[in-house]
Nanobody, 122 residues
Framework: QVQLVESGGGLAQAGGSLRLSCAAS????????MGWYRQAPGKQRDVVAQ???????NYADPVKGRFTISRDNAKNTVYLQMNSLKPEDTAVYSC????????????????WGQGTQVTVSS
């Protein structure tokens, strides 16, 4: 019912930049929050940044000051601008959305994209 498609991943040099995009499509009423998560090999998936529909943001400590999350509510799209990239940023980055499927419903559901690989070389 809800699909999230990420784009923008790839290879960057240390100190470089990448911009990730995630567009939500399908059948849903509203998006309450969207976020980016990452998982490096052998490690658990950790939150990178989150943003609510009202624009409130939160960042994980390792990316504060370097990454910026933003969204275009009209396009149901969330972005992650990644600057000053470090090799330790290398991971699969996944988009997440918390949505209400039907008007008036109080039930919220979480959906995930397939992920996009970000590799930062030194």
């Amino acid at each position: 019912q809800v699909q999230l498609v990420e784009s923008g991943g790839g290879l960057a040099q240390a100190g470089g930049s990448l911009r990730l995009s995630c567009a939500a499509s399908g059948s849903f009423d509203s998006i309450h929050a969207m976020g980016w998560y990452r998982q490096a090999p052998g490690k658990q998936r950790d939150v990178v940044a989150q943003i609510t529909s009202g624009g409130t943001t939160n960042y994980a400590d390792p990316v504060k000051g370097r990454f910026t999350i933003s969204r275009d509510n009209a396009k149901n799209t969330v972005y992650l601008q990644m600057n000053s990239l470090k090799p330790e940023d290398t991971a699969v980055y996944s988009c997440n959305a918390e949505v209400t499927l039907r008007p008036g419903s109080q039930n919220r559901y979480r959906y995930w994209g397939q992920g996009t690989q970000v590799t930062v070389s030194s």
